[in-house]
C-alpha cells in the first residue's frame, strides 16, 4: 500500500512536469508567432502595378578605350598616348514595366556630364591634352531579372544597350587643353546587378551597371585629327542611386 502510494505521488509529479513544459512551449510558440506576424512587409502589393516611376543620382567613372594606329610605331613622335578614367554627375528618371514574376523592362533615361580626355607625351617630355567637355543625353533599354522577394528586399540583374547622343560640347578650354575631335552619337553595350530594398513609402535600388561602347567616336578622317589613334570607344561604371 505504502508504495503504491509513493508510486501515484511520483507519477503525479512527472504529470505535472510534462504538463509545464507543454505550457512553456505553446506559449513560447505563440510568442514567436506574435513577433512573425509584427515584422512589417513594405509595400506589400508593389508588382500587382504594371507600369512604376522613379528617379535617379549616378556617379559615372568613365574614359575611353583606344587603339593605335600602326603608323603609331613607325611614323609618329609621340611616345605615349593615353585615356586618363574622369568622374562625371548624371541624373534622370526611371520607368518600370512588369513582365512577370522574374522578368521587368525598364528604361532610365538621363542627362550625363562628361569630360573625357586623350593625354599625348612627347619624347621631348612635352604634354598635351584633348578634351571632350560635354552634356549627354542617354536612353536605355534594359531586361531585368529579380530574384523572389525576401520580406523587404531582393536582388536583380539586368542587361540591354542604350543610344546616348551629345547636346552641347563645352567651348571654353581649360588652359594647356586642345578640344578632342570626336563623334557625337554612341551606342553601347550595358550590364549589372542591383539591390532592391522596400521602405514605407519608396524603393531604394543601389546599383552597379558596366557600359561598353561599340561605335568608334574618333574621327578619322578630320584633317585635325592624329593618325596615331584608329579607334576610340567609350567605356564607364555607374554606380546608381534610384527611388522609385
Known amino acids: 500500500m505504502h508504495t503504491t502510494h509513493v508510486w501515484n505521488l511520483f507519477d503525479l509529479h512527472w504529470k505535472k512536469i510534462i504538463l509545464g513544459l507543454l505550457i512553456g512551449c505553446g506559449l513560447l510558440n505563440t510568442s514567436d508567432a506574435q513577433t512573425v506576424g509584427y515584422f ?29 594606329d600602326d603608323s603609331f610605331l613607325t611614323q609618329d613622335t609621340t611616345n605615349r598616348i593615353t585615356a586618363p578614367v574622369t568622374v562625371g554627375f548624371r541624373f534622370g528618371f526611371v520607368m518600370n514595366g512588369y513582365l512577370n514574376d522574374h522578368w521587368d523592362i525598364r528604361t532610365t533615361p538621363s542627362v550625363s556630364l562628361y569630360n ?87 524603393k531604394f535600388s543601389p546599383e552597379l551597371r558596366f557600359s561598353h561602347g ?23 561604371v555607374t554606380l546608381y542611386l534610384m527611388f522609385e
Open 116 to 202: 573625357r580626355a586623350v593625354e599625348y607625351e612627347y619624347g621631348s617630355g612635352k604634354k598635351r591634352r584633348e578634351l571632350r567637355e560635354a552634356t549627354w543625353i542617354e536612353i536605355p533599354l534594359l531586361f531585368k531579372y529579380k530574384s523572389q522577394r525576401r520580406m523587404n528586399s531582393r536582388m536583380y540583374m539586368l542587361a540591354g544597350a542604350t543610344f546616348g547622343f551629345e547636346t552641347n560640347v563645352r567651348k571654353r578650354q581649360l588652359p594647356g587643353s586642345d578640344r578632342l575631335n570626336a563623334k557625337s552619337a554612341d551606342l553601347t553595350i550595358d550590364y549589372g546587378f542591383g539591390f532592391e530594398q522596400f521602405l514605407a513609402y519608396t
Open 214 to 236: 561599340i561605335v568608334n567616336l574618333y574621327r578619322t578622317n578630320d584633317p585635325n585629327s592624329t593618325a596615331s589613334i584608329r579607334r576610340l570607344t567609350s567605356h564607364t
Open 40 to 68: 512589417r512587409k513594405h509595400q506589400e502589393f508593389y508588382d500587382d502595378k504594371p507600369i512604376h516611376y522613379g528617379f535617379l543620382f549616378a556617379l559615372p567613372v568613365t574614359c575611353f578605350r583606344l587603339v593605335h
